[in-house]
């Protein structure tokens, strides 16, 4: 069974960092490209950010640009979302996701991790 | 920036099908997915290519499309169907885009 298991939220002040951390279990975690999706209060799903299986690439949302990094370590079967110059504008759940497919396709979703920024 | 509109929500009695819609400019030319939400549990995937149903996923959801307008079907809805449903594209510009969510109450 595919688990994907989110970490490292918490509450930070505006301008800070915080780095969030994923934990698959239940499938080859370096054959798959991940994602990190958001859900800011009372609104709607965000895609964030995503990285290739093996070579790397990431990609960002507009929004986090410069500021967030998306990372993994195939070896530890870990992602990483590393969050720089937070406002308030970032507080949301952050889900893990894998992705499949040649469009990427979220095909399983972690339960999320709660990040609260604020001044 | 690429958008796709949902109505933000949708009732229906139990037993009845519901429809929810995802326009999107130019939707006609890529593939659709949707997503269903409960807060608390992870969210699943209930259709891709538009159309196409995982494995695990009742018969009761379907997917269609028609112009730029794409629509899950929920055919005797049950009060386990009770959700905020996503629409989902990949678009090369914004990459992934969900649609703003739509509250499905089975009343």
């Known amino acids: 069974e595919v688990q994907l298991l989110e970490s490292g939220g918490g509450l930070v002040q505006t301008g800070g960092s915080l780095r969030l951390s994923c934990a698959p279990s239940g499938f080859t975690f370096d054959f798959y490209a991940m994602s990190w999706v958001r859900q800011a209060p009372g609104k709607g799903l965000e895609w964030v950010s995503a990285i290739s299986g093996s070579s790397g690439d990431t990609y960002y949302a507009d929004s986090v640009k410069g500021r967030f990094t998306i990372s993994r370590d195939n070896s530890k079967n870990t992602l990483f979302l590393e969050m720089k110059s937070l406002g308030a504008g970032d507080t949301a759940i952050y889900f893990c996701?894998?992705?499949?497919?040649?469009?990427?396709?979220?095909?399983?979703w972690g339960q999320g991790t709660q990040v609260t920024v604020s001044s | 920036s690429y958008e796709l509109t949902q109505p933000s929500s949708v009732s229906v009695s139990p037993g009845q099908t519901a429809n929810i819609t995802c326009f999107g400019d130019?939707?006609?030319?890529?593939?659709i997915s949707w997503y269903q939400h409960k807060p608390g549990q992870s969210t699943v995937m209930i259709m891709y290519?538009?159309?196409k149903r995982p494995s695990g996923i009742p018969e009761r959801f379907s997917g269609s499309k028609s112009g730029d307008t794409a629509t899950l079907t929920i055919g005797g809805t049950q009060a386990v169907d009770e959700a905020d449903y996503y629409c989902q594209v990949w678009d090369r510009r914004t990459q992934w885009v969900f649609g703003g969510g739509t509250k499905l109450t089975v009343l």
């Open positions: 996701a894998r992705l499949t497919g040649t469009t990427g396709l979220f095909d399983s």
């Open positions: 290519t538009d159309s």
């Open positions: 130019k939707l006609r030319y890529t593939f």
